[in-house]
């Protein structure tokens, strides 16, 4: 319904079609209503989901919220075109800009260890720091200092026209971001980020 809305909206044409697979759209709203099902204890209500076809490009499902019926938690919300945090979702992209300015190979080896840039001191998930680490280890344990430190060397600003030539528009409303942007610290919509991981896909 949320893409039936949106198609409904940019379009004037009496009948559109669309590159929507049947079956996998019905098992990813299962996934997402059963998903929230197990989650609502701990409060989260909503989820959504786009899956897209690396090779050619489309998207084969697309479900906007985990019951577009639930008003209650605002199911009529397209999750997909919403603008949320990130969280570590960028990271692998900070490491490509890395590798492709010549800054690391996947085994050069980055510290793990407290930092402090002008009063942002950036810690990992488990509190603890891991100290010598290669570059591809540091990204697979999603370690946050080692992501920081290297959009550090990057600029977050080059790192931010980097991510809008690769269709994150969000961010030109964004007019700056900082280092916590690799973890989370600015927003993007899931469409975007899908975008992102399909061009990775494809080597981009």
Same mark, same amino acid.
């Given at each position: 319904?949320?893409?039936?809305?949106?198609?409904?909206?940019?379009?004037?044409?009496?009948?559109? /079609?669309? /590159?929507?697979?049947?079956?996998?759209?019905?098992?990813?709203?299962?996934?997402?209503?059963?998903?929230?099902?197990?989650?609502?204890?701990?409060?989260?209500?909503?989820?959504?989901?786009?899956?897209?076809?690396?090779?050619?490009?489309?998207?084969?499902?697309?479900?906007?919220?985990?019951?577009?019926?639930?008003?209650?938690?605002?199911?009529?919300?397209?999750?997909?075109?919403?603008?949320?945090?990130?969280?570590?979702?960028?990271?692998?992209?900070?490491?490509?800009?890395?590798?492709?300015?010549?800054?690391?190979?996947?085994?050069?080896?980055?510290?793990?260890?407290?930092?402090?840039?002008?009063?942002?001191?950036?810690?990992?998930?488990?509190?603890?720091?891991?100290?010598?680490? /290669?570059?591809?280890?540091?990204?697979?344990?999603?370690?946050?200092?080692?992501?920081?430190?290297?959009?550090?060397?990057?600029?977050?600003?080059?790192?931010?026209?980097?991510?809008?030539?690769?269709?994150?528009?969000?961010?030109?409303?964004?007019?700056?971001?900082?280092?916590?942007?690799?973890?989370?610290?600015?927003?993007?919509?899931?469409?975007?980020?899908?975008?992102?991981?399909?061009?990775?896909?494809?080597?981009?």
């Amino acid at each position: 319904p949320h893409l039936a809305r949106r198609l409904k909206s940019e379009n004037t044409d009496a009948i559109l /079609s669309t /590159s929507l697979d049947a079956v996998m759209q019905e098992k990813v709203n299962q996934l997402c209503f059963n998903h929230i099902q197990r989650l609502k204890n701990t409060g989260i209500h909503n989820a959504c989901a786009m899956v897209i076809d690396n090779k050619s490009g489309e998207v084969l499902a697309y479900s906007g919220s985990a019951d577009f019926n639930d008003r209650q938690h605002y199911g009529q919300v397209d999750g997909i075109k919403a603008i949320r945090s990130p969280g570590s979702t960028l990271k692998p992209f900070v490491y490509g800009m890395a590798i492709d300015a010549g800054l690391i190979t996947p085994k050069t080896i980055l510290e793990d260890v407290p930092v402090n840039y002008a009063g942002y001191s950036p810690e990992n998930f488990d509190r603890r720091f891991h100290g010598a680490v /290669s570059a591809e280890d540091a990204l697979s344990a999603s370690l946050n200092i080692p992501a920081v430190s290297l959009l550090e060397k990057t600029d977050p600003a080059a790192f931010r026209q980097k991510l809008i030539l690769g269709g994150c528009a969000s961010l030109k409303k964004q007019k700056e971001i900082g280092l916590s942007a690799i973890l989370g610290g600015c927003g993007i919509s899931l469409e975007e980020l899908c975008t992102l991981y399909s061009a990775l896909a494809n080597e981009g």
